[in-house]
């Protein structure tokens, strides 16, 4: 697990291989992250937008933009969390992500951005 802390807010990543959704043969794997979302600071908070960088370990890069996260934009409470699961596939069977999460700050409407720290895309047989 990753974990970063941007204006009060820490987020966490962990990720899971799916071989049940992957197929090597044709290059396509498939990865499952878990994120959480800590509002650490005093104020409630919106995550409204997310970024994604996404690298293949052959030196493909993409990128992902848009509204909330998983089809919400959830308010986070002053100590408490959100968190979410998403996936990514990649054809290779090594990458990694990072990206920023867009927020505002609902007492006064102040936008900032939330740094997702990079985490690593790793097909448990790699680890060898």
Not at 19 to 26: F, G, Q, R, V
Not at 47 to 60: E, K, Q, T, V
Not at 87 to 113: H, I, P, W
């Amino acid at each position: 697990m990753v974990t970063f802390i941007t204006d009060g807010v820490k987020v966490s990543v962990e990720t899971i291989y799916q071989p049940e959704y992957s197929n090597p043969a044709n290059d396509h794997f498939m990865f499952a992250y878990k994120v959480s979302i800590e509002n650490m600071g005093s104020y409630a908070v919106r995550l409204m937008s997310r970024h994604w960088y996404i690298f293949d370990s052959n030196g493909a890069k993409r990128e992902v933009e848009g509204e909330g996260v998983v089809g919400q934009q959830p308010v986070i409470e002053p100590g408490t969390s959100h968190e979410y699961v998403s996936g990514c596939n990649l054809k290779t069977d090594m990458g990694s992500m990072k990206g920023e999460y867009q927020m505002v700050r609902l007492m006064d409407n102040a936008v900032f951005d939330v740094q997702i720290p990079e985490f690593y895309l790793i097909a448990p047989y790699r680890m060898n």
